[in-house]
């Protein structure tokens, strides 16, 4: 940090840190020498494991319950671990905005994503899900669960080449979400032409972060916390 300054950051929460932080770390740093980003925080949250038998348990912290998987459903927990032991420890310890936080997630990534908008929208700021997996528990992301003030801001998007398997389902939410009035926030959608299902989270994480930050004043020029 510039020592002189006290600026605070707005502060993006990326799943599947493993893989994307190093991917979009990059990735935003390189957009930054086009002045095509704020400067932010990026926390990568990471299992340090690729399978699920050596500890990584994003099937079931990114998940909403599925009569399909008994492994699924653990969303809530892991939601909680975020606003009462991550959250607390990234404030405590960095120059993080409590009213800039923006989470990003990938495949079932995007399911927690969703998860999180629908459940507690408030809960962060900005909301990017990238080619979310919804193919096992749909119906449950067709429903309005949590109350929000609606100024949060959700950003979905799917790769035109993604997977039919998940690419029907996510079509049929967006659909679905953009047809009510009663949203309880801001929504935007995107198809990315020629992306596949792994293609998309560079091209997911800077539509997403330019429509976020579209028309909010620069990180520079806002310190308020």
């Known amino acids: 940090y510039d020592e002189s300054i006290d600026t605070k950051y707005p502060t993006i929460y990326l799943l599947d840190g493993g893989s994307l932080f190093p991917l979009l770390a990059a990735y ?25 038998k050596d500890g990584n348990y994003r099937s079931t912290d990114f ?25 607390p420890y990234v404030q405590g310890g960095f120059r993080s905005r409590t009213d800039r936080r923006v989470i990003f997630g990938h495949s079932l ?30 119906p449950f992301f067709l429903e309005r669960r949590g109350a929000g003030s609606g100024s949060s801001k959700l950003f979905v ?14 079509l049929e939410w967006i659909e679905h979400w953009s047809n009510r009035a009663d949203k309880p926030w801001q929504l935007e959608t995107s198809t990315l032409e020629g992306h596949t299902h792994v293609s998309a989270p560079p091209a997911s994480f800077r539509a997403g972060m330019t429509w976020l ?6 990180t520079e020029d806002s310190a308020v916390d």
Do not use: C
């Open 28 to 52: 935003h740093g390189y957009l930054g020498f086009g002045n095509e980003t704020q400067d932010v925080i990026l926390v990568g949250i990471s299992y340090g494991a690729s399978t699920f």
């Open 63 to 87: 998940t909403a319950p599925s009569a399909e998987r008994d492994f699924w459903g653990g969303a809530g927990k892991f939601q909680q671990f975020l606003s009462d032991e991550l959250f």
């Open 109 to 138: 990534g995007g399911q927690f994503v969703l998860y999180t908008a629908l459940t507690k929208p408030d809960l962060f700021w900005g909301h990017i899900a990238s080619n979310p997996a919804l193919h096992r528990n749909l």
């Open 157 to 170: 998007a799917s790769g035109s080449l993604d997977d039919p398997v998940f690419r029907a389902p996510t």
């Open 213 to 218: 930050f579209s028309g909010v004043a620069r």
